[in-house]
Every structure is written in structure tokens, then in C-alpha cells.
Nanobody, 117 residues
Framework: QVKLVESGGGLVQPGGSLKLSCAAS????????MNWYRQAPGKQRDLVAT???????YYPDSVKGRFTISRDNAKSTVYLEMNSLKPEDTAVYYC???????????WGQGTQVTVSS
């Protein structure tokens, strides 16, 4: 059974930091690109960071320079370090595993991040 379990969300003041974790089980983690998405109420789910199975990273302009994605293949875990948080970063953050060589992908249940004073 495949499971992606996010943790680390919460309430933080503007300018603060949070680090999200996503622990994967039931998959050959090394063969997956790992992604973080977010979805704010009434909005579409948007990609915020990607780390390929080879370790290359991608960020949209909205988070570039503030967010850092990393992975620990030995722990089958992907991280998202978020700095200089803004109220517009408030959303549910989802972990996604996307197979590098086929069409399989999986989603976590999401973790709420709220940036507010």
C-alpha cells in the first residue's frame, strides 16, 4: 500500500519559516520525481517545487529564493523548507510522487499552512 504522509504545517507569522516533510512508503522512492503542490480555498492546485529522481530542482517565480526542496532517499522523505513566508502562501500543501519512467503518481493527504499575524 502506497502512503505519502505530510507533516510540519501550522500557523506562522509573516516573515517566518516552516519546514514540511513527506514520508513515503510502498514505493521505490528513488524512481520518483517528488513534488510539492499547494491549494488555497477557491483556487486551483499549483506546483510550488519539484525535485527529480536525479536531484534537479525547479521552482516557480512565486516561491523562488524563499522555498527549498530536498530529498533523503535513505529515509524515503522529501522536505520543503519555506522562508520569508507571506500571507499569500496560505494553503493546503500536498506531496506528490510522480514516477520517472511510467505514468504512476500518488498524493498525500495535505497539510495546512497558515501565514497570519
Amino acid at each position: 500500500q502506497v502512503k505519502l504522509v505530510e507533516s510540519g504545517g501550522g500557523l506562522v507569522q509573516p516573515g517566518g519559516s516552516l519546514k514540511l516533510s513527506c514520508a513515503a512508503s510502498g514505493i521505490a522512492f528513488n524512481n520518483y520525481h517528488m513534488n510539492w503542490y499547494r491549494q488555497a480555498p477557491g483556487k486551483q492546485r499549483d506546483l510550488v517545487a519539484t525535485i527529480t529522481h536525479g536531484g534537479n530542482t525547479y521552482y516557480p517565480d512565486s516561491v523562488k529564493g524563499r522555498f527549498t526542496i530536498s530529498r533523503d532517499n535513505a529515509k524515503s522523505t522529501v522536505y520543503l523548507e519555506m522562508n520569508s513566508l507571506k500571507p499569500e502562501d496560505t494553503a493546503v500543501y500536498y506531496c506528490n510522487a510522480d514516477h520517472a519512467y511510467s505514468h504512476g503518481q500518488y498524493w498525500g493527504q495535505g497539510t495546512q499552512v497558515t501565514v497570519s499575524s
